[in-house]
């Protein structure tokens, strides 16, 4: 049976309304994975951005990237690029998940691409991209998170459940929510993703967290008409509570909002990571 759509916002207000008794805090931000070209898919998710006033973290794959990206961002200033891994190559073997950067890889080999991928990455863009490290299917081995600062990023982002090792690691803030069902590659039901969200929320309030960023996981080449509707129904459903706040990924990682320049087109680029550095 379909739930009446009154029902389904009807249960997240309420899951809201229960933060907002106890004075929490919710600081809504939004993913966007596998960046690589100017689409009209990117036009739709650079409106969105626009429409809601809410800032995306886009996960350019730099191997992959082509000019017209970079072309695009100049006017998509709420589409905020950070680099998705390398090649997004799966380097595992079966029966293991999937990951470009996953124990079998050697340090110096991965540290060397990553520095290389950087460099082209802020070609492509015509400026440095956010200081975020975002690895190809949410995998990578703690060990080689570790040594993600000392390659000059500030912050990586995976999925919910993802724990940096002994050795840490930069600044970590996951994604929380899937838009997309991968197995038939379709935007997932919405009374799936409501009730998902409130166990979600619900488990963070009853565990007495007050005040957390939960990030919503995008694929805007794969979104199909579900996915998009989605996006829009449940955006204006909760940024209007005033339990939620609009959240920029640049405060999420701590960065100085200034940190991708507003103009592309002469912005000098800003450090690279110091692999290889002359």
Sequence with gaps: MT?????????????????GTIGGRIRLWLRDDDAIADS???????????????????AVIPMLAEPSLGQALRRMPL??????G??????????????????????????????????RLGEVLEAAPLPVFVPPWNRIDPAHAARLPGLGFAGLSCFRGYRLGPEGGPRLANTQLDIMDWTSRTG???ADLVEETCRLLAAHRLGGERDIAFGV????????????????????????HPAVLPGDPRQIFELPLSTTAPDRRTAEPSPQPNVERP
Excluded: M, Y
């Excluded at 739930?3 to 899951?15: F, H």
């Excluded at 390398?86 to 470009?100: F, S, V």
């Excluded at 340090?107 to 691409?113: H, K, Q, T, V």
């Design 3 to 19: 739930t009446p759509l009154s029902d389904l916002w009807g249960d997240l207000q309420a899951e809201l309304d229960r933060w």
């Design 40 to 58: 009209p898919a990117l036009d739709a998710l650079s409106a969105l951005a626009e429409r809601h006033g809410l800032p995306v973290l886009l």
């Design 79 to 84: 589409l905020l690029p950070c680099q998705h």
């Design 86 to 119: 390398t090649w997004h190559r799966n380097h595992a073997k079966p029966p293991a998940k999937k990951a470009e950067f996953g124990p079998s890889r050697s340090a110096p080999d991965l540290d060397a691409e990553i520095a290389t991928a950087w460099r």
């Design 188 to 190: 997932r039901r919405h």
């Design 217 to 240: 996981l995008l694929h805007h080449r794969d979104h199909d008409d579900t996915a998009w509707a989605f996006l829009q129904a449940f955006l204006a459903a909760a940024l209007v």
